[in-house]
T-cell receptor, first 113, second 114 residues
Framework: GENVEQHPSTLSVQEGDSAVIKCTYS??????FPWYKQELGKRPQLIID?????GEKKDQRIAVTLNKTAKHFSLHITETQPEDSAVYFC????????????FGRGTSLIVHP | KAGVTQTPRYLIKTRGQQVTLSCSPI?????VSWYQQTPGQGLQFLFE???????NKGNFPGRFSGRQFSNSRSEMNVSTLELGDSALYLC?????????????FGPGTRLLVL
């Protein structure tokens, strides 16, 4: 089955810096890659997603890039703010016709004011 | 539309007991998936129901079971609770668009087994 590796597990940045979280997946048939943000004590919420026919997608301060050849995708957050502090999960789905996502282990992002 | 709801939000049980958790998906969503979230293992897929049928299943023992009703509400049951079952249980309902399936999570039920 699909395997998703996510790095780093913890990321500490200063307010205003950029943050990058990287994920790799194992099944080249995966075609949908969502990112979720989970604040402490809250539910995971979809923040951005990308499909395999697109190389990059942006939404204000966040962007996701996808390299199908290398089977990796990344989340980029620019001009980080304290409210960006949360756990971020990447996921991959679509392999074998299954849309059940396989999640990475999560990255705890801490933005220091 | 109202979001995914889960009840109860918190639960304390003792080993050997059983528990039933409930999830109501977003109106119009027919698929409900269940996940177990623990600090060490992240989000682990339990099972998925669609139109009252279990369509996908993760690698959990038979003590974990579920069902879905005709109104798409779903329940999951854990029998003979073990200490290791302490976790946040999340359900997600699925929206299909353009060949992609996006999951929207409920707030979760935090289960503590003593």
């Amino acid at each position: 089955g699909e395997n998703v590796e996510q790095h780093p597990s913890t990321l500490s940045v200063q307010e205003g810096d950029s943050a990058v979280i990287k994920c790799t997946y194992s099944d080249s048939a995966s075609n949908y890659f969502p990112w979720y943000k989970q604040e402490l004590g809250k539910r995971p919420q979809l923040i951005i997603d990308i499909r395999s026919n697109v190389g990059e997608k942006k939404d204000q301060r966040i962007a996701v890039t996808l390299n199908k050849t290398a089977k990796h995708f990344s989340l980029h957050i620019t001009e980080t703010q304290p409210e960006d502090s949360a756990v971020y999960f990447c996921a991959a789905s679509g392999a074998g016709g299954s849309y059940i996502p396989t999640f990475g282990r999560g990255t705890s992002l801490i933005v220091h004011p | 539309k109202a979001g995914v709801t889960q009840t109860p939000r918190y639960l304390i049980k003792t080993r050997g007991q059983q528990v039933t958790l409930s999830c109501s998906p977003i109106s119009g969503h027919r698929s409900v998936s269940w996940y177990q979230q623990t600090p060490g293992q992240g989000l682990q897929f339990l099972f998925e129901y669609f139109s009252e049928t279990q369509r996908n299943k993760g690698n959990f023992p038979g003590r974990f079971s579920g069902r879905q009703f005709s109104n798409s509400r779903s329940e999951m049951n854990v029998s003979t609770l073990e200490l290791g079952d302490s976790a946040l249980y999340l359900c997600a309902s699925t929206h299909s668009s353009g060949g992609a399936e996006t999951q929207y999570f409920g707030p979760g039920t935090r289960l503590l087994v003593l």
